[in-house]
């Protein structure tokens, strides 16, 4: 059987491959990614951790996985719009380059 | 003792993760991206989360993914693949600072007994889950509804073609 701290061990190593990411990179669309990853650590954690303890009585015993549920919609709704404003970004200066992005103006 | 399953799914996970991130080609960053999101979903169900696991795959990968998908495929340019050696001090400043992070907490865990922990103790149905989302937290879904309609209407507003006044750049979009 996987011991908890497997799971916890995975989602280490997403977090850190997901700092990497937003401290090294410089292309919005790889920030996306680089922030998308750290979500899914986070998620993880929060089911594993959920599924490895006895949890409480009644229908809070899915308390971990509706908050799960919840943090997967809000990330698709964050995916949305920050592509909305990569798209703009491109329109208005043909690169998404963050560090040449200075203006916000739309 | 970890099983098989168990090991190809995180080597999917982290495999995908990192090579959604150092792909030369940022449209094959973006299937790796799904890959990894396809590895968490894997992770999921061996945790006996089977409802998590498919909204996950319905969600991110359905949804997620292939908007990513589109919208790279939109804004590419053939220089991104070429500019990738970056400036070496935030490399080697990003690989420090995620190593680091990444070794506190394997310390972390190291420190405690979670590595006793091998029985799945929690049996929740998703019946539960639908009991807890239609009672307890319905108003949290309420304005979770709002807030994706809120954020559908304003990526529409953003994205939107000005068709009034066409200016410099909008004319190959």
């Not at chain 1, 059987?1 to 989602?11: I, P």
């Not at chain 2, 420090?96 to 007994?113: F, H, P, Q, R």
């Amino acid at each position: 059987m996987n011991s908890l701290a497997d799971f916890v061990l995975v989602s280490a190593m997403l977090f850190g491959i997901g700092i990497y990411g937003l401290i090294t990179k410089r292309n919005a669309l790889r920030l996306l990614f680089a922030v998308e990853i750290m979500i899914n650590a986070a998620n993880l954690n929060f089911v594993a951790f959920e599924q490895y303890s006895p949890g409480l009585p009644g229908p809070q015993a899915a308390l971990g996985q509706t908050f799960v549920l919840f943090s997967i919609a809000l990330a698709a709704a964050e995916a949305a719009v920050i592509l909305a404003i990569v798209v703009v970004a491109y329109r208005l200066h043909q690169d998404v380059d963050v560090s040449e992005l200075k203006t916000m103006e739309g | 003792m970890v099983d098989a399953t168990f090991i190809a799914m995180m080597v999917v996970t982290v495999g995908g993760a990192i090579f959604a991130l150092e792909a030369e080609e940022i449209v094959y960053g973006a299937i790796g991206l799904a890959a990894s999101l396809f590895g968490v979903a894997a992770l999921f169900f061996l945790l006996n989360a089977p409802y998590v696991a498919v909204f996950q795959v319905a969600v991110y990968i359905g949804a997620v993914a292939v908007l990513i998908l589109f919208t790279v495929m939109l804004v590419r340019q053939e220089k991104w693949s070429k500019e990738l050696p970056a400036n070496a001090p935030s490399r080697v400043a990003g690989v420090v600072t995620g190593l680091a992070i990444v070794v506190a907490l394997i310390v972390a865990v190291a420190s405690t007994n979670l590595t006793s922990e091998t029985q799945l103790q929690n049996t929740a149905s998703f019946l539960q889950i639908g009991q807890l989302i239609s009672s307890t937290y319905s108003p949290v879904l309420e304005i979770l509804a709002l807030v994706l309609g809120a954020a559908v209407v304003g990526a529409l507003t953003l994205s939107r073609v000005d068709r009034q006044g066409p200016e410099e750049g909008e004319k190959q979009s």
